[in-house]
């Protein structure tokens, strides 16, 4: 079945930096557009950035500049590079198909507090 597993996640400074990946698995990896999402308690779910399987990158205006996703479909996995990183990034990081696509069954995610 298709299983997808995010980590990297962790507490980090405001202007600090992580790299989160995600391993997917169960699914034709390399012919999916793929995304990053986030999660705040009490919100809804928000897109953060996609990224075709051409590797074309779409980006949340509240993150342009600061994210980069990239993916290798050698091993199935996506990442998301975020630098500068504000408390206002603080959430759940989730990867999954990108908009307009049937979701995947959703991972556990993986947690980023940014916080002095």
């Known amino acids: 079945q298709v299983q997808l597993v995010e980590s990297g996640g962790g507490l980090v400074q405001p202007g600090g930096s992580l790299r989160l990946s995600c391993a997917a698995s169960g699914m034709t990896f390399s012919i999916s557009d793929m995304a990053w999402y986030r999660q705040v308690p009490g919100k809804q779910r928000e897109w953060v950035a996609g990224i075709t399987r051409g590797g074309s990158q779409t980006y949340a205006d509240s993150v342009r500049g600061r994210f980069t996703i990239s993916r290798d479909n050698a091993k199935s996995a996506v990442y998301l590079q975020m630098n500068s990183l504000k408390a206002e990034d603080t959430a759940v990081y989730y990867c999954?198909?990108?908009?307009?696509?049937?979701?995947?069954?959703w991972g556990q995610g993986t947690q980023v507090t940014v916080s002095s």
């Open positions: 999954n198909r990108d908009r307009g696509l049937d979701s995947l069954p």
